[in-house]
């Protein structure tokens, strides 16, 4: 009988958390054979350490590389989300990436109901604001974006931080005219224009949402879905100013 189920899976994470470190994933990779699994491993870390005794999680990841692709998702730890400016000095980070995102805000809850309903059509009458927003990306797994897919979504798809800027109002916007601007450290700065895989930030809202509730839970007003990078994953180092600007939108910046 295999060792490696998703119980042990689950208990390797919260250790590798809790003491600060990373694991290899060699001798996991069968640990996991579907995103249900993955994402029950998901749900098990953050019930260990506590993320959300407080209530729902108020802070998600979500996308994927194409609107033919599965999209993942991953509810965030409110410990390392913060405001535009702040810094990460006190946060074990093993590596760092660095995502350049949109991150759109819940006009009201979200029921399984509501969410089975909504189409990307009118996925948008849900947002009431939207901001531009830094994910950090970090690894529990020594391999890092290596390790098998179903090991990084179980990890919380790689996430390490996230910052968000100032929250406006929604708008529609000709998102592939959009620019994004990103300056990390003493890099030499790196714009794209209309670069988000799935178009419009909006279009992931009716499978995030019945993701989110798919247990019967409601996804509660104000939470925000971080909806996917606009230039990959950037290096950066500890010590780097981070600065990402969305003309029209936003700038956030973080100090490593």
Not at 79 to 87: F, H, K, L, Y
Not at 176 to 201: F, H, K, M, N
Not at 209 to 217: D, I, K, P, Q, S
Request: hydrophobic letters at 45%.
């Amino acid at each position: 009988m295999s060792l490696t189920t998703p119980a042990a899976l689950a208990d390797l994470l919260i250790s590798a958390r809790r003491e600060g470190r990373t694991v290899s994933a060699a001798g996991w990779e069968t640990a996991l054979q579907n995103a249900e699994q993955a994402y029950a491993v998901q749900d098990a870390v953050a019930a260990s350490l506590g993320w959300f005794a407080d209530g729902p999680a108020r802070h998600w990841k979500s996308g994927g590389a194409s609107r033919q692709a599965t999209l993942t998702h991953a509810p965030l730890p409110p410990a390392g989300v913060r405001a535009s400016g702040a810094s990460y000095t006190d946060i074990t980070l093993h590596s760092c990436g660095i995502e350049a995102e949109i991150a759109l805000r819940m006009r009201k809850d979200v029921t399984l109901d509501i969410a089975s309903r909504l189409t990307p059509d009118d996925a948008a009458s849900l947002v009431d604001a939207m901001t531009v927003s830094i994910e950090i990306v970090d690894s529990r797994w020594q391999e890092g974006s290596q390790a098998p897919a179903l090991l990084r979504l179980a990890d919380s798809q790689s996430h390490g931080a996230l910052a968000l800027g100032a929250w406006v109002p929604y708008a529609a916007r000709e998102w592939r005219a959009q620019r994004c601007e990103v300056r990390i450290g003493s890099q030499a700065s790196v714009s794209r224009t209309g670069t988000l895989s799935i178009g419009d930030p909006t279009w992931l809202l009716p499978m995030w949402l019945r993701h989110a509730t798919r247990h019967g839970n409601t996804v509660p007003a104000s939470t925000a879905v971080t909806t996917g990078t606009w230039v990959g994953v950037l290096p950066a180092q500890r010590g780097d100013v981070v600065s990402v600007e969305f003309p029209g939108i936003g700038r956030t910046t973080v100090q490593l």
